[in-house]
């Protein structure tokens, strides 16, 4: 099966530019040896490189591409297979843009292939090889740093409720996390988990309910998670609740209970944020939306959460206005080198700012994943990087600092 695989990296500063051509003459050799061709690009800063041949062979080459320290910031644009070579002529070549002039190089790069379609089908391998020759996109060729510039230190200790109080939670109890902005070192809200009495997960705990059972036990939960939020001193922070999105219209008067508990423990709806999961199938849209309209002229904000993780991810944008989405950790996963992750969260981002959507990033675990988004446009962030789930209380926050 013909694979191709096409990337592009960053020359580091400290590899001489006229070592190249003698590791492109060491990557033909090789590659010709595995029966893998291609064509590797260089504008004098970043390589572009597509790789073609049989599906083991390639992975291996690209994988000690990958580990090659003589490159940074790799990014995975494509990994398709195909009909036939476009560059089959040798193991690899090195194309140096910048000795040809400008409005002839890209026929240039094109004479160099094997393919009989060239641009004629809009071939995606080419068009890909296109973008880069033009030099379009680049202002979204983010320079991240690498990962050991930041520390993260956690300057205060967590917040934990009593053991008096801990021993009387016998239906559920609740591991708060943080969603923070760590440039401002701010909190922004605090994100409450329900769990099973002896800690377990969500999907546990709502196993041991049947039918419309299950709903009726999100909703009244929600009493506790108010509940232990004072206990631990939220004060003006925002809590975010999930609720399953039927809970909301299969229990009477929902809204109304949670308004009444939120009272009851000192706290004003403006700060409370319901989260609701995008993967869980809505039905009965009208009544659904009626009860967001209920809790919107309440004063409480809709959150879509896992969002990129199911099918209707738009169609709620545009039916229900939240004021915020959380991506889901499947788009968050390792999008520093995932080119076409990346190309759906620039679309997200441009998408809600177009809305004045509120857009948070769910899931994040490492330094490199946070600073693409940064550099992306995010602000808010949720994640092991910063802070872990803390059952009855307030996790201590790892700050990012520069060594």
């Known amino acids: 099966m013909l694979t191709t695989i096409i990337y592009r990296s960053h020359l580091h500063d400290h590899v001489p530019v006229k070592t190249l051509e003698d590791m492109v003459a060491k990557a033909n050799s090789k590659n010709s040896s595995h029966d893998v061709t291609g064509i590797l690009l260089f504008d004098g800063l970043h390589f572009f ?28 644009l494509m990994h398709d297979f195909a009909p036939a070579r476009r560059f089959g002529k040798v193991g690899m070549e090195l194309f140096d843009l910048r000795e040809h002039d400008k409005s002839m190089v890209l026929q240039a ?18 068009q890909f090889l296109r973008t880069f ?50 440039f401002a070192r701010r909190v922004a809200s605090y994100e409450a988990l329900i769990r099973t009495p002896n800690g377990g997960s969500p999907g546990e705990y709502f196993s041991a309910f049947g039918g419309e059972a299950v709903y009726h036990a999100d909703v009244q939960s929600k009493k506790l998670a108010f509940e232990l939020a004072q206990k631990l001193g939220i004060g003006e922070h925002s809590i975010s609740i999930n609720l399953l999105p039927m809970s909301l219209v299969t229990v009477p008067d929902a809204v109304e209970f949670l308004l009444t508990e939120i009272e009851a423990n000192g706290l004003v709806p403006e700060q409370v944020i319901v989260e609701v999961t995008e993967n869980e199938i809505i039905s009965r849209t009208d009544e659904f939306a009626a009860q967001v309209r209920k809790l919107k002229s309440a004063g409480i904000s809709l959150a879509l959460d896992d969002f990129g993780a199911g099918f209707a991810g738009l169609s709620l944008l545009s039916r229900f206005q939240p004021d915020k989405i959380k991506i889901d950790r499947e788009l968050i996963s390792d999008v ?25 990033a769910e899931g994040v675990e490492k330094a490199e994943e946070w600073m693409w988004l940064e550099a992306a446009g995010i602000s808010q962030f949720q994640g092991y990087l910063f802070a872990r789930p803390q059952l009855n209380g307030f996790p201590a926050i790892a700050w990012p600092e520069i060594k």
């Open 336 to 360: 520093h080198r995932s080119g076409p992750k990346q190309a759906i969260l620039h679309a997200i981002i441009k998408c809600c700012n177009s809305l004045e959507i509120a857009v948070i």
């Open 109 to 126: 790069v094109l004479d160099k292939g094997t393919s009989r379609y060239q641009l004629t089908y809009d071939d995606r391998a080419l």
């Open 133 to 182: 020759v033009i030099a379009r996109d680049k202002e979204n060729y983010f320079e991240i740093p690498a990962a050991s510039t930041w520390e993260f230190i956690a300057d205060e200790s967590p917040k934990t409720l009593q053991d008096d109080v801990i021993d009387s939670l016998k239906e559920c109890q609740f591991a708060f996390q943080p969603i923070i902005d760590p």
């Open 49 to 76: 490189q597509l790789l073609e041949g049989p599906r083991d062979a390639v992975q291996g080459i690209y994988d000690r591409i990958c580990a090659d320290a003589r490159h940074h910031n790799l990014v995975e």
